[in-house]
């Protein structure tokens, strides 16, 4: 099992910024991806973006430009730093962990945490 403990969020103006990190702890392998998942009242959860063992990165085309995403392979940790928030950045961010388990590839989600953009 993996546990995911989340940590950032909260209320910020149109505009600022605010960092999410989240940390993996437990039967831990090998992380072979890290990324953030929100989800907006009455829509559907979106990646936001994603980083993977190589380094490599992708972002939702809505917020390229404004949010980074970095890992600490040795914490276990992915950091989202989001500058320039606009209230439809807000919604619930979700941390999303894809460990390889033997010959498997398994997936965890955190709890979530709240971001509100204000206007």
């Known amino acids: 099992q993996v546990q995911l403990v989340e940590s950032g969020g909260g209320l910020v103006q149109d505009g600022g910024s605010l960092r999410l990190s989240c940390t993996a702890s437990?039967?831990?392998?090998?992380?072979?991806?890290m990324g953030w998942y929100r989800q907006a009242p009455g829509k559907q959860r979106e990646l936001v973006a994603g980083?993977?063992?190589?380094?490599?990165?992708n972002f939702a085309d809505s917020v390229k430009g404004r949010f980074t995403i970095s890992r600490d392979n040795a914490k276990n940790t992915v950091y989202l730093q989001m500058n320039s928030l606009k209230p439809e950045d807000t919604g619930v961010y979700f941390c999303?962990?894809?460990?390889?388990?033997?010959?498997?590839?398994?997936?965890?989600w955190g709890q979530g945490t709240q971001v509100t953009v204000s206007s």
């Open positions: 999303n962990v894809a460990v390889l388990a033997g010959i498997r590839v398994e997936t965890y």
């Open positions: 437990g039967s831990i392998f090998s992380i072979m991806g």
């Open positions: 980083i993977v063992s190589s380094g490599s990165t």
